[in-house]
């Protein structure tokens, strides 16, 4: 049967995270239920990541195999239509070959947190971003972040009821920016690894946030790495100002010939 690859976009504030979940509304759950409107009994789909409740995504990856030779446009269109109106949209779509994974042939994924300090409520941004009510120091957060890079047990990191084989994973970026924000500023943190461990993107915000307020120091930070103790992480911040931005794999998908 033809294989297809889906990119993905979705708002996670109405979901129980990506993973299909019985008798609960999730991400995986609404498209599958859009593609049985196109074949009753396609075998589902299998997303390159599982993001928690809440989390959203530009760029979350599926594929699934489908008796119908589609056009690539046509399919994304139809599932659109049947997708209404919940917030996913398939925002790509792409023939690809039988031994193409969604999540085995992934080389790369990368994350975008947003958080914003401001005193006055967001309301544009209301569930997109976390906000606080202090003042952050972008360049101590950076040193902070500078200490988790590299090949790490990252234990400390990783939720209890992580299923991870291994806390060992190799972190390849964590950049901290600093932009303008209405009465503000919103900092964004891109962070890009092979794979991730469950909690981790949002157990190192919330511990680079506590260094950017002063409470934590950037050495504190590699002794909470070194301690491999789950107790020495900080606060775990909220899932809402994190995305899943983009899945690489070693030849694009959804690259179109010039």
């Not at 690539?72 to 193409?100: C, G, M, Q, T």
């Amino acid at each position: 049967m033809p294989r297809y690859a889906l990119k993905i976009e979705y708002h996670g504030k109405p979901f129980v995270g990506w993973q299909r979940q019985n008798g609960l509304r999730s991400v995986q759950g609404a498209v599958e239920d859009a593609l049985r409107k196109l074949q009753k009994d396609h075998d589902g789909i299998q997303g390159a990541g599982r993001t928690d409740a809440g989390v959203h995504a530009y760029g979350q990856v599926a594929h699934v195999d489908l008796e119908r030779d589609w056009e690539a446009f046509r399919l994304s269109e139809a599932l659109n239509y049947h997708l209404k109106p919940d917030p996913v949209a398939i925002v790509d779509a792409a023939r690809v070959d039988e031994d193409f994974h969604a999540r085995f042939s992934a080389t790369e994924r990368k994350y975008i947190f947003r958080l914003v300090s401001r005193r006055a409520p967001v309301t544009h941004d209301a569930g997109n971003v976390w906000q606080v009510r202090h003042d952050l120091d972008a360049g101590a957060m950076q040193e902070g972040a500078n200490r988790l890079l590299g090949r790490h047990d990252f234990t400390t990191f990783r939720s209890t009821i992580c299923q991870a084989n291994s806390p060992v994973r190799t972190l390849d970026e964590l950049t901290v920016t600093q932009h303008p924000y209405p009465d503000g500023t919103e900092f964004r943190f891109f962070v890009r690894a092979r794979s991730f461990l469950h909690n981790q993107v949002r157990s190192f915000v919330g511990t680079l946030e506590r260094v950017g307020a002063g409470s934590w120091t950037p050495d504190d930070v590699s002794d909470a790495l070194n301690a491999t103790d789950r107790a020495a992480c900080g606060p775990v911040c909220p899932p809402h100002g994190l995305y899943l931005a983009d899945v690489t794999y070693p030849q694009n998908p959804f690259q179109k010939d010039p």
